[in-house]
């Protein structure tokens, strides 16, 4: 059953074109992000405490080899009756893609933070203090959470999926190869 599957897809991606890869672009990535991916973290309790919450997910693909920019705006609210602080940071990662043919998804690893920047600016030095905590929420959460997951009630992604053996990053997409 099987191998009648692989050749019709073979047959299928020969007839549409699609000989040896598929690839995913990076506003795909962003779309998947956004919408299936929820970051938010409640800690403490009325009065001490500290909320975090990603909203805004972008990707860029290709600046370097085989690297995947992800860049997060994450809304901060720091509960103390002293020195209450409502901030966004904005912060950059560079990771590496890879692909989990198991569950046909993209996942993230050797994620590395490249830069954070907080709005208002003033509030830095206030936010230094939970900077490496929250840097730890999210690299923990995205290097274990899949950035894409193919629809394999897609047709052609379900097939394309089955082949796919590994991915490459390639400037504005990832391509799925099927080739080893």
Known sequence: ????????A????LL???VSQYSITEKELEGYLNNEMHFEVKQGNQIFGIDLRVN???VTLGDKPDTMGVSAVTLVRV??????INADLVTQFEAEPWYDAT????YLRNL????????????????GSIAPQLMGFLTQFLETQPVYVVDMKESKQ?????????IEVKPGKLVLVFDE
């Open 158 to 166: 379900a097939l394309v999926a089955d082949m796919t053996k590994r």
């Open 112 to 127: 590395q933070l490249v830069k954070v920047e907080s709005t208002p600016k003033d509030i830095e030095k206030a936010i």
């Open 16 to 18: 549409t074109g699609c």
């Open 103 to 106: 569950n046909h998804s993209v």
């Open 56 to 58: 805004d997910i972008k």
């Open 1 to 8: 059953m099987k191998l009648l599957k692989v050749a019709l």
């Open 79 to 84: 509960r103390n009756p002293m020195l209450p």
């Open 10 to 13: 073979s047959a299928i991606l």
